[in-house]
């Protein structure tokens, strides 16, 4: 039987998720779909991305965010949740910490609200339905 050793480490390669110093980038999942929520942090967390949290509307997302600062390195926001929008939470977590780093997901069709986030603080946006490597591609950007 063949082991490890036998086959090149071709494939091995440091995650993406993990800082400099071998520890995670801390992630905060806001969306009100428990499926998205669960796509992100499937995606991020097989990158070494550690998810430290997650909320289903904007107001939640705000309060997390106060909970775990400074312990959180990035914030993925949907823009329409109910309760509070993604747009309003962004306003909220920038008003509290202005280096907050905050990536807008939103479905097609939302570019108006996009942009107005952007001009508010976000550093980038995904589009629904999600692709694995945009999604980490923008989040790796986001985090610079």
Avoid: H
């Avoid at 071709?10 to 400099?20: F, M, Q």
């Avoid at 107005?116 to 950007?141: C, F, H, M, Q, T």
Wanted: hydrophobic share 40%.
């Amino acid at each position: 039987m063949k082991t490890k050793q036998d086959f090149p480490t071709i494939n091995e390669r440091e995650a993406a998720g993990v800082k400099p110093d071998g520890t995670p980038y801390r992630v905060l999942v806001v969306d009100d779909s428990a499926f998205v929520t669960k796509q992100i942090g499937q995606i991020l967390s097989s990158e070494g991305f550690e998810v430290v949290g997650s909320a289903a509307n904007g107001e939640e997302g705000v309060q997390k965010y106060q909970e775990i600062y400074p312990n959180v390195d990035i914030v993925t926001m949907d823009i329409t949740m109910p309760k509070m929008d993604g747009v309003t939470a962004l306003e909220k977590i920038i008003e509290f910490d202005k280096e907050a780093k905050v990536i807008m997901v939103s479905a097609l069709g939302k570019q108006d609200l996009v942009k107005k986030s952007l001009l508010i603080g976000a550093k980038n946006y995904i589009v629904k339905p999600l692709d694995r490597k945009k999604v980490l591609e923008r989040v790796l950007l986001s985090l610079q």
